[in-house]
């Protein structure tokens, strides 16, 4: 199988979605009132900015939008080469050099961001103070302090404070899940397995990727898609850490990081596992293994997101065995509404992509697993 890097794997996603920018999204009488633009020459529903594109999950979070019926107008950045990049990518978005110009643009409804995770949250409380949505790369919020500041600012102005979770959102098998635990395809769930392998590529991390205090550790950090997912499956609105573990146990180069963390979690719905590293080894033809188990009272689903080393190409595999016996799902045609029904939401003021508590739940759990997490040592 061809290797895939998550780099490529994103700028890939970002630019069918530009792609489709220009195509109508919605059928019906909706049709011809949803544009999206890719040379600012038709209004989109709603407008939006960026402030940071630190990491490329900027791509399919603009991507996103813009299927949504989303409008992108600005960015802001301050790093010149990854500017250089966004701007090729989005040539209809004017380059700022202040947050200001987009924060102060009464025009702009809400903002995007994939800047260093410690500033996310930050970031977003002057968003919505601003008046303004906030979509977020995760982790969204790293600390305790940070979740209780952005819970007030988002109570008091009414305003979106949602985390791209694109484990479930951008993944199609994952959403194909949701639908089929929905429909009671394997019963009541009683557990998720998650799993979150990546690949390291030391040459190409910046400075900030090396220290817990700017991303979170890895609990928060690549954790946090896992918790968005145990309570999503498991229905469950409420949550305690059971245990947790986290430590560097193979790269000495860098004392403070943490290549390996492993949690147990329990809900009113439901319990889970999840692991998480920085093993992918170099022979794997993509960046990282991630799979979900959910196991429900009739039968259990297995999602191989990303590859499928048995030997199907491609990824969003879904397994389903039950009372039938066992199947593999196609989920090539599956439609990914996260966008479109974020957009909706800024314009009703509903929460029909995610509910702002189960946003809120999954910075929490996560938070309070790393903040608990025993420590391991190579």
Partial sequence: MKRITRRKLLETSASVAAGLATV???????????????????????????????????????????????????????????AAAFSKRFPQAKAVHEEREILEDRSIQMVLSSIV????????????????????????????????????????????????????????????????????????????VGLGPHRINPPDRPAWFWEPGRYGGIICDIGSHQFDQFLFF?????????????????????????????????????????????????????????RLTILGTDGYIELRKYVDIGGREGGNHLFIADAKGVRHVDCKDVDLPYGRLLVDDVLNRTETAMPQAHCFLAAELAIQAQRQAQRLTG
């Fill in 24 to 82: 109508s999204l919605f059928p019906g009488a909706a049709t011809a009132a949803v544009h999206t633009s890719t040379r600012g020459n038709r209004r989109g529903r709603i407008r939006i900015g960026v402030i940071g594109i630190s990491h490329g999950h900027i791509y399919g979070m603009v991507g996103a939008a813009v299927r949504g019926g989303a409008e992108l107008v600005s960015f802001c950045s301050d790093e010149p080469e990854l």
């Fill in 117 to 192: 995770p410690d500033q996310r949250a930050p970031l977003g409380i002057r968003v919505m103070q601003h008046g303004k949505d906030y979509m977020s790369d995760k982790p969204g919020i790293i600390t305790p302090e940070q979740l209780a500041h952005v819970r007030r600012v988002q109570a008091e102005s009414g305003k979106i404070y949602s985390i791209c979770f694109s484990e479930r959102f951008e993944n199609a098998a994952t959403v194909k899940a949701g639908e089929l635990v929905t429909a009671g395809a394997i019963g009541k769930v009683v557990q998720t």
């Fill in 234 to 290: 498991t229905g469950s609105n409420r949550g305690e850490i059971v245990a947790s573990q986290a430590g560097n146990v193979h790269h000495p180069e860098h004392p403070h990081f943490q290549d390996f963390g492993d949690v147990m979690v329990r809900g009113n719905g439901g319990t889970g596992y999840i692991r998480l590293d920085w093993f992918t080894p170099a022979g794997l033809p993509t960046w990282g293994d991630g």
